[in-house]
């Protein structure tokens, strides 16, 4: 009887403990919606430094100089200079837009009042131009309002990266409408909201009379995301009209192939793409479009899945390659541009909120630990245009009142939000996406927690209650990817709480939270490799979502912080041939089991894989912490075997390409946007185009470059043509002189070949200041070109 009860009051015990450690598996209460910026604050981490780092950055900067543009198109007299670089290049006033919004984010995240005072002082000074203007306009475009009234009037001149002669002015005046949005919604500026919705009427009028052809016709040129925005006015007001627009600014080129399941992406200028999808995704979510929603997450799925690098960035010279072909990837200096990324990670939220997937968190979060952390310098807050995955290449910095690229102006908004997805709700339950350290407070619920962590240096996270007045509630906890089935764990008050996630999954708590409650979540990382997307040889290493890297140098960092050289954000400095760079070796399945952690915090070896040995005392570090420095992210891969007949092939490979290398003094990637506004393009009656993956351009009128020349170099002229093309005759011109008549007449078959022509001394010696202008000349009736590359050799 005694044995009997003691084993009753065990099983009583244990009992009594399993529901202890058990809590009711709450549901999802309605849907998923982001907490606004002044719910989350920052706690210590790399996040809160590179925040830190980025106010440091914009508030070196001068809004007077900034707003310049704006008033000198206004008829106004500006206060102050203008900026240089682009923002004297004819893209004046972007980068204003841009410090607009960064200066609501940051008002709005940390209650920064100097931020508030700047941004408040912008939109009164835009108010002046709006008012100056007179009919709802306002842009900082030199000769805007001229160019818009014969767009208004159905003369429409669009390239790809140009409208009318000037330089994305779309682009350019998108920056702007997201900065009025911005400071309304998240900068608390009532004043922004009436000159937003004024400036959106404006262009309900400029486009009233156009048809959708002309409209159509108008959106070849990049336009950046301003159906987003005319979408969101929608949003703010409630007025059809304005989803109508953002309807019409719909790139149906874009659109059409993505709602018919169809990747044509390669050869598209990759964030011309990227922010038109955002827009769709909007336009989707407001007006409840299932097909375009579909579209949009069939653009993320093949971006994502076929054509991104392991630190979640995508295309070469600032293009979608061949998702089959990466070999650009690993040769360029131009990699992942950090725009791409900051516009894939906006698309990611989107998609997020609206499907309640979790596969869109880590690869926001895989993007913004490797790519957004990385591309902010830790010391001087400088930021990164291109992250060459070239090996043993290495990264430039942006240099304030200096430079003004577009991954400058997005980059100074990626630092001032890390707050935005770290936690999401429903109707009474929060989620935990990111673990990173913050504090929350949901005002309307009275709920406030705090989350404690150096992940990802620690394998855990803590959270902790620090006011609860709404009684039950779900706390619902990510499963990421990196953390294998069954390996995630989690205790409250010290007990671990049964039940399973699998990644992709949310691990839901749900109890009457008490203040001072503590959720302790073990995350267990583990060392893999990825393979690039077209299953080529090279590997990435990675430790849970972080990136690996292996510092191999510093010496040859030309230009590591830029100057104001209209090319200045190209890491120019020496290649380094790949036939000296490491590999791994990887002789059997279990070969992750050689990476050996040391003593400091996700910190690595693996003398065993690296080969040769000068290189095995190599340390693996997360990417976001190597600054100022060449670098590994891709290793190539072999067997013993394969080995030396690999290093064989590559050492004539890299011979050439070093040899080419060696003997340019300028080029320019035909077609491609950057490249040619790098080069002063201009050009009438022409088109470009992509034949056989590769970009050209050709003209009935003609085309020209500025091509660098600082040290009176030049001899010869390559020009890469198609041998197809027939019947187009036209003259090269080089400093106002014709130095080849050519002939193109379909004799040389299906491929691409090159011409060299010698420059004259006489005609090399009419440079000026280091440049020359050569053209391409269309005879009465013909066509010059395709131009398919030109190279400036010595």
């Known amino acids: 009887m005694r044995k009997n009860l003691i084993r009753f009051n065990s099983l009583l015990l244990l009992l009594v403990v399993m529901l202890l450690s058990c809590s009711k598996t709450p549901s999802p209460s309605g849907e998923l919606q982001p907490f606004h910026l002044s719910a989350v604050s920052l706690l210590e981490s790399p996040f809160t430094h590179a925040s830190f780092m980025n106010e440091g950055y914009v508030m070196a900067h001068d809004v007077d100089r900034l707003l310049a543009p704006f008033l000198i198109d206004a008829g106004l007299e500006p206060r102050a200079p203008r900026y240089g670089n682009w923002e004297s290049d004819g893209l004046d006033g972007h980068t204003g837009g841009h410090f607009l919004t960064s200066f609501a984010l940051m008002y709005a995240s940390t209650g920064?009042?100097?931020?508030?005072?700047?941004?408040?002082?912008?939109?009164?000074?835009?108010?002046?131009?709006?008012?100056?203007?007179?009919?709802?306009?306002?842009?900082?475009?030199?000769?805007?309002?001229?160019?818009?009234?014969?767009?208004?009037?159905?003369?429409?001149?669009?390239?790809?990266?140009?409208?009318?002669?000037?330089?994305?002015?779309?682009?350019?005046?998108?920056?702007?409408?997201?900065?009025?949005?911005?400071?309304?919604?998240?900068?608390?500026?009532?004043?922004?909201?009436?000159?937003?919705?004024?400036?959106?009427?404006?262009?309900?009028?400029?486009?009233?009379?156009?048809?959708?052809?002309?409209?159509?016709?108008?959106?070849?040129?990049?336009?950046?995301?301003?159906?987003e925005v005319f979408a969101d006015v929608y949003a703010i007001t409630g007025e059809e009209k304005y989803l109508e627009l953002s309807r019409r600014f719909a790139h149906r080129v874009l659109?059409?192939?993505?709602?018919?399941?169809?990747?044509?992406?390669?050869?598209?200028?990759?964030?011309?793409?990227?922010?038109?999808?955002?827009?769709?995704?909007?336009?989707?979510?407001?007006?409840?479009?299932?097909?375009?929603?579909?579209?949009?997450?069939?653009?993320?799925?093949?971006?994502?899945?076929?054509?991104?690098?392991?630190?979640?960035?995508?295309?070469?010279?600032?293009?979608?390659?061949?998702?089959?072909?990466?070999?650009?990837?690993?040769?360029?200096?131009?990699?992942?541009?950090?725009?791409?990324?900051?516009?894939?990670?906006?698309?990611?939220?989107?998609?997020?909120?609206?499907?309640?997937?979790?596969?869109?968190?880590?690869?926001?979060?895989?993007?913004?630990?490797?790519?957004?952390?990385?591309?902010?310098?830790?010391?001087?807050?400088?930021?990164?245009?291109?992250?060459?995955?070239?090996?043993?290449h290495y990264r430039v910095y942006s240099n304030p009142e200096h430079t003004f690229w577009c991954c400058v102006g997005s980059g100074i908004e990626n630092h001032a939000k890390y707050g935005e997805l770290i936690y999401a709700h429903d109707d009474k339950n929060v989620y935990v996406n990111l673990y990173i350290p913050s504090k929350l407070n949901w005002k309307g619920k009275g709920i406030k927690l705090s989350q404690q962590t150096t992940f990802p240096e620690s394998e855990s996270t803590t959270i902790t209650i620090d006011e609860n007045n709404s009684g039950e509630f779900g706390v619902f906890i990510r499963h990421p990817q990196w953390v294998k089935p069954g390996s995630l764990t989690v205790k409250v008050n010290g007990r671990r709480i049964?039940?399973?996630?699998?990644?992709?999954?949310?691990?839901?708590?749900?109890?009457?939270?008490?203040?001072?409650?503590?959720?302790?979540?073990?995350?267990?990382?583990?060392?893999?490799?990825?393979?690039?997307?077209?299953?080529?040889?090279?590997?990435?290493?990675?430790?849970?979502?972080?990136?690996?890297?292996?510092?191999?140098?510093?010496?040859?960092?030309?230009?590591?912080?830029?100057?104001?050289?209209?090319?200045?954000?190209?890491?120019?400095?020496?290649?380094?041939?790949?036939?000296?760079?490491?590999?791994?070796?990887?002789?059997?399945?279990?070969?992750?089991?050689?990476?050996?952690?040391?003593?400091?915090?996700?910190?690595?070896?693996?003398?065993?894989?690296?080969?040769?040995?000068?290189?095995?005392?190599?340390?693996?570090?997360?990417?976001?912490?190597?600054?100022?420095?060449?670098?590994?992210?891709?290793?190539?891969?072999?067997?013993?075997?394969?080995?030396?007949?690999?290093?064989?092939?590559?050492?004539?490979?890299?011979?050439?390409?070093?040899?080419?290398?060696?003997?340019?003094?300028?080029?320019?990637?035909?077609?491609?946007?950057?490249?040619?506004?790098?080069?002063?393009?201009?050009?009438?009656?022409?088109?470009?185009?992509?034949?056989?993956?590769?970009?050209?351009?050709?003209?009935?009128?003609?085309?020209?470059?500025?091509?660098?020349?600082r040290q009176a170099e030049a001899k010869t002229l390559r020009v890469t043509y198609y041998g197809l093309d027939r019947d187009r005759d036209f003259d090269i011109i080089l400093n106002g002189e014709v130095i080849a008549t050519v002939n193109l007449d379909g004799s040389q078959g299906d491929s691409f070949f090159d011409v060299d022509y010698q420059i004259p001394s006489h005609i090399a010696e009419k440079q000026q200041n280091g440049r020359h202008l050569l053209m391409f000349r269309a005879h009465e009736g013909s066509i010059a070109g395709g131009i398919f590359y030109v190279r400036l050799m010595r």
Request: proline share 5%; aromatic share 10%; hydrophobic share 35%.
């Open 498 to 709: 049964r039940g399973n996630s699998s990644p992709g999954d949310y691990f839901a708590v749900s109890r009457n939270w008490n203040p001072g409650d503590e959720i302790v979540i073990e995350l267990p990382m583990f060392t893999y490799g990825e393979e690039m997307p077209d299953g080529s040889p090279f590997l990435a290493l990675l430790h849970g979502p972080i990136v690996l890297t292996a510092s191999t140098g510093t010496r040859d960092l030309d230009g590591l912080v830029a100057d104001d050289s209209r090319m200045g954000h190209i890491a120019h400095g020496a290649l380094y041939s790949r036939e000296n760079a490491p590999m791994l070796l990887l002789d059997d399945e279990n070969w992750t089991e050689k990476v050996k952690s040391s003593d400091s915090p996700l910190t690595f070896t693996a003398p065993e894989l690296i080969y040769p040995r000068e290189f095995s005392d190599l340390e693996l570090i997360p990417f976001y912490k190597l600054h100022d420095a060449r670098y590994m992210v891709y290793w190539q891969t072999a067997t013993s075997e394969e080995i030396e007949k690999i290093r064989v092939e590559l050492q004539e490979r890299e011979r050439v390409l070093m040899a080419l290398e060696a003997q340019t003094i300028d080029h320019v990637e035909t077609g491609q946007q950057q490249p040619e506004s790098d080069r002063g393009f201009q050009g009438e009656q022409t088109e470009a185009g992509v034949h056989q993956n590769r970009h050209w351009r050709h003209a009935s009128g003609w085309f020209s470059y500025y091509l660098n020349d």
């Open 112 to 227: 920064n009042e100097e931020a508030k005072r700047r941004l408040d002082y912008m939109v009164d000074e835009l108010e002046r131009c709006q008012i100056a203007n007179g009919n709802g306009y306002v842009g900082g475009i030199p000769g805007g309002m001229a160019m818009w009234e014969e767009i208004k009037s159905g003369h429409i001149n669009a390239g790809n990266f140009s409208l009318n002669g000037k330089w994305v002015p779309w682009y350019n005046i998108h920056k702007l409408y997201a900065g009025l949005r911005d400071a309304y919604l998240l900068g608390e500026n009532e004043k922004a909201l009436d000159m937003l919705i004024d400036l959106t009427d404006w262009c309900v009028d400029l486009v009233s009379g156009l048809s959708d052809e002309q409209v159509q016709q108008m959106l070849i040129s990049e336009h950046g995301g301003v159906n």
């Open 255 to 392: 659109l059409d192939p993505l709602i018919a399941g169809e990747d044509q992406l390669t050869g598209m200028h990759a964030n011309t793409q990227i922010p038109k999808v955002i827009g769709f995704m909007r336009t989707a979510q407001l007006a409840g479009d299932r097909e375009w929603e579909e579209a949009s997450a069939f653009f993320w799925e093949t971006v994502v899945n076929n054509r991104t690098v392991a630190m979640g960035g995508n295309s070469t010279y600032e293009h979608f390659h061949p998702k089959d072909d990466f070999s650009s990837m690993i040769d360029s200096r131009e990699g992942p541009e950090t725009c791409n990324t900051y516009n894939m990670m906006k698309l990611s939220q989107q998609l997020y909120f609206s499907r309640n997937d979790l596969k869109y968190i880590d690869y926001y979060e895989r993007s913004l630990y490797n790519h957004i952390l990385a591309s902010i310098h830790p010391e001087h807050g400088g930021l990164v245009y291109f992250t060459p995955m070239r090996p043993m």
